[in-house]
């Protein structure tokens, strides 16, 4: 129900942006952030965004570098990744909740399937 795209192979410096689209139901109501893995090294947050856009959250390593933001007529949310650098290298996993803007691993109620995104030094 959730379709993350826009990943790829980008250089260091370099910018990507991701999208995550959702089908089957309307998540306009739903809050929506991004997480990603590095290889090795646990799920961790790194972008979420309210219902109405109104609040946005980020990870102190993307801030400044990361844009988070949603279309909620196209039942979509963004990851405007600038800046990017090799420690940015992870699948990027976008989620949906019902009632939190920040959702945790175990309790966001919808995930996509994550793209892979690779930055070269």
């Known amino acids: 129900q959730l379709q993350a795209s826009g990943g790829g192979l980008v250089q260091a410096g370099g910018s990507l942006r991701l999208s995550c689209a959702a089908s089957?139901?309307?998540?306009?109501?739903?809050?929506k952030g991004w997480f990603r893995q590095a290889p090795g090294k646990e799920r961790e947050f790194v972008a979420a965004i309210s219902w109405g856009g109104s609040r946005t959250e980020y990870a102190d390593s993307v801030k400044g570098r990361f844009t988070i933001s949603r279309d909620n007529a196209k039942n979509t949310v963004y990851l405007q990744m600038n800046s990017l650098k090799p420690e940015d290298t992870a699948i990027y996993y976008c989620e949906a909740d019902r009632t939190q803007v920040l959702c945790t691993i175990s309790s966001c109620d919808f995930w996509g399937q994550g793209t892979l995104v690779t930055v070269s030094s």
């Open positions: 089957g139901r309307t998540f306009s109501l739903y809050s």
